[in-house]
């Protein structure tokens, strides 16, 4: 059996941290959920709760909300890595975006700390379409995006949750740079041709611009923030070729095959999420 340690998942209610959460438990370890709702709180805006949340702890799993690429996230990653050595954290693994070159700078805060470290390198998650801004175009049955060309190798959340779960147990992982894609690419539009096949649902998919999708979370009345980091998600990770690389670390890590988009919508469509 492997030695409990006392684990800090930040983000432990979110789209991996939540299956992170469940894969520790699974192997005994002790597990504090780190959110804003969580006893002790830990709420990234507020740097005040973020002792009493590493107190007592060993190891962290960070996933920074909304994105590394974000301002403010720098000095956060940074703050929070000097606060959890304060309290002696042994181990981090930090989630980060695959391509994203902002995210790069928080990712060398984390290499640099001198602490057991682990980088896992996610592409777009498959849950995005179940659990974030995709899911209500496919549920309107009609989905209207940009960068039409861009093959994307999405991800399932539950392959990158296992990565990590080793990650914080296994030492063989310290010190490692891993890249989390799925097990092949597919364009915005291939994704909507197979969600409609496997729940039966009439789905169009409408190219539109860059500009005209902006517009369009403009009119819908989104924060500029939240626009701008949308529109930073689609430039920079969709239009770089690198970025449709398929790794075989999932299968390297794991050994199994990465989740495959098509077992993605079976589960799905048997919760029920797109009815
Ligand atoms: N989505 C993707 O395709 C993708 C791809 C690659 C990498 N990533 C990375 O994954 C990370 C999470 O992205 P996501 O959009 O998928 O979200 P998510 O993990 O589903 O995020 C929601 C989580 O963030 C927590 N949270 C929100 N605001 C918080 C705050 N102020 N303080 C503390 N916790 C807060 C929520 O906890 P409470 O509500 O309980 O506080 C919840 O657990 C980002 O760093 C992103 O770069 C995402």
């Given at each position: ?6 684990i ?29 709702s ?38 956060a ?22 391509g994203?070159k ?11 700390s ?53 990650a ?11 890249e ?47 626009i ?48």
């Amino acid at each position: 059996m492997t030695n409990q340690s006392n684990i800090l998942v930040i983000g432990g209610t979110g789209k991996t941290g939540r299956k992170v959460v469940e894969g520790l438990k699974q192997h005994h370890q002790n597990v504090r959920v780190g959110g804003r709702s969580s006893d002790p709180a830990f709420d990234w805006g507020d740097p005040t709760t973020w002792p009493n949340a590493l107190a007592g702890m060993d190891k962290v799993y960070i996933v920074y909300y909304p994105d590394l690429a974000v301002p403010g996230a720098f000095e956060a990653i940074s703050g929070l890595i000097e606060a959890a050595k304060v309290a002696g954290i042994k181990k981090v693994v930090l989630l980060s975006g695959k391509g994203e070159k902002e995210a790069e700078r928080c990712e060398q805060v984390v290499a640099n700390s001198g602490l057991d470290y682990t980088l896992v390198r996610a592409s777009w998650f498959n849950q995005n379409f179940s659990e974030s801004f995709l899911l209500d175009p496919i549920l309107a049955g009609h989905v209207a995006l940009p960068m039409p060309h861009a093959k994307i190798p999405f991800v399932d959340t539950r392959d990158i949750a296992e990565v990590v779960v080793k990650a914080l147990l296994e030492d063989e992982h310290n010190g490692k740079t891993y890249e989390i894609t799925g097990p092949r690419t597919l364009t915005f539009e291939e994704v909507v041709q197979e969600i409609a096949a496997g729940t039966g649902k009439d789905i169009t998919f409408q190219a539109v611009s860059m500009e005209d999708y902006n517009s369009a979370m403009k009119a819908a009345g989104l924060p500029a923030d939240y626009i701008w980091l949308i529109d930073y998600l689609f430039r920079e990770v969709l239009s770089n070729d690198k970025n449709q690389e398929i790794s075989s670390d999932v299968e390297r890590i794991l050994g199994r095959k990465a989740t495959d988009f098509q077992e993605y919508i079976r589960e799905m469509v048997r919760v029920g999420v797109w009815r």
